[in-house]
């Protein structure tokens, strides 16, 4: 496996330690919401923000240990995750108000497709600079 391979690999890893916890407490706070009678979509926005947040940190500093520049990673950081948002959204509306599925199911599912979408978009718009080879960053 060359450099640039398990540079990806651990990146992979470390996103999905991040992941995981921060997506655990997101799906256990939208089950609360919708219990409490918060409607899908509200409760999906609601934790979304909440998690993206603390998602920002984990994988700046320590998923794709960029260094420096929080404004423009920030910026492009937010734009990933606002069209995640967006595909999460109509996961929901499609397969929920019109396929009539389970919204615990469903959001379970939408996790990880979101998911896959986030760590290409961050491995390749968010963090690209940090994804590079040492001798080409330099």
């Known amino acids: 496996m060359g450099e640039q391979a398990k540079r990806s690999f651990f990146q992979l890893v470390r996103y999905g330690i991040v992941g995981i916890a921060s997506n655990l407490a997101a799906y256990l706070v939208f089950l609360f919401l919708t219990r409490m009678g918060v409607g899908p979509k509200l409760s999906m926005s609601l ?10 940190v984990g994988h700046k500093s320590w998923t794709f240990s960029q260094e ?8 492009r950081y937010a734009l990933a995750h606002f069209l995640g948002y967006l595909f999460n959204f109509v996961i929901l509306m499609v397969f929920v108000d019109y396929g009539g599925l389970s919204h615990e199911w469903v959001q379970a599912v939408a996790i990880f497709a979101v998911a896959g979408f986030l760590f290409l978009s961050f491995k390749f718009f968010v963090f690209a600079d940090s994804t590079k080879p040492e001798a080409e960053a330099q």
């Open 47 to 56: 934790v979304y923000l909440a998690a993206a947040s603390f998602g920002f």
């Open 68 to 75: 420096g520049a929080w404004l423009s990673s920030g910026s």
